[in-house]
């Protein structure tokens, strides 16, 4: 079992909803990331949060939009989507803060999103 | 620039034949970390391995086997005696030392997927 556990696992959506994904680890990591992953692509990188605070956006639309509550939670939240958005989102976590290069990531299962 | 190529598409192989898929990785950094990472069908990216640029030892854990080369910038991964259960899609990936930026981002290769038949 992943310790990175993501909720839903599944998510349809019309382009007009607002929905949010969740994120959650116990393992007292630092560092949290997001990533979107394309069908037979390699993921993408799209936040990291280090210390609870965004430390890197890499240029994703305003319709994403991230949240971490606390050091355990990061959220990302939806709000009208294109349907190119649809794709596997990944959510991580490493141990140290955003730049320790040598912290490998920890993922979870991801969620599964459509936009109709 | 940072670049890491996995030039094996696909791979598919017959249970217990030994499989190795192929990384190189483009750096300027003398310090780096190197991955691979295995992603089944049910999606989560599971951690295999770290190595970093230092330490060209090669490391054995139970059928699988990595064998880190700077003089060709590869880190090949080779699976013994394969079965079904290691079908997968498979991530070589490269991270530069450093503190704050984009440094210790993961760079992803294209990854090769891994289709082992009973």
């Known amino acids: 079992d992943t310790e990175v556990t993501q909720t839903p696992k599944h998510l349809v959506m019309g382009m007009t909803n607002k929905k949010s994904l969740k994120c959650e680890q116990h393992?007292?990591?630092?560092?949290m990331y997001w990533y979107k992953q394309k069908a037979k692509k390699p993921p993408e990188l799209m936040f990291v949060?280090?210390?609870?605070?965004?430390?890197i956006n890499e240029s994703v639309p305003s319709r994403f939009s991230p949240e971490c509550p606390n050091s355990s939670l990061l959220n990302l939240h939806l709000h009208a989507l294109q349907p190119e958005d649809s794709a596997l989102y990944l959510c991580?976590?490493?141990?140290?803060?955003?730049?320790?290069?040598?912290?490998?990531?920890?993922f979870g299962d991801g969620t599964r999103l459509s936009i109709l | 620039a940072q670049k890491v190529t996995q030039a094996q598409t696909e791979i598919s192989v017959v249970e217990k034949e030994d499989v190795t898929l192929d990384c190189v990785y483009e750096?300027?950094?003398?310090?780096?970390?190197l991955f691979w990472y295995k992603q089944p069908p049910s999606g989560e990216l599971v951690f295999l391995i770290r190595?970093?640029?230092?330490?060209?030892q090669n490391e054995i854990s139970g059928r699988y086997s990595w064998n880190f080369q700077k003089s060709t910038s590869s880190f090949n991964f080779t699976i013994t005696a394969s079965q079904v259960v290691d079908s997968a899609v498979y991530f070589c990936?490269?991270?530069?030392?450093?503190?704050?930026?984009?440094?210790?981002?993961?760079?992803f290769g294209k990854g090769t997927k891994l289709s082992v038949k009973p």
């Open positions: 990936a490269l991270s530069e030392a450093g503190y704050g930026g984009s440094q210790g981002n993961l760079i």
């Open positions: 750096t300027r950094d003398t310090t780096y970390y």
């Open positions: 190595r970093n640029s230092f330490d060209e």
């Open positions: 949060y280090s210390y609870e605070k965004l430390s």
């Open positions: 991580a976590s490493s141990q140290e803060g955003v730049g320790y290069g040598n912290q490998p990531q920890h």
């Open positions: 393992m007292g990591h630092r560092a």
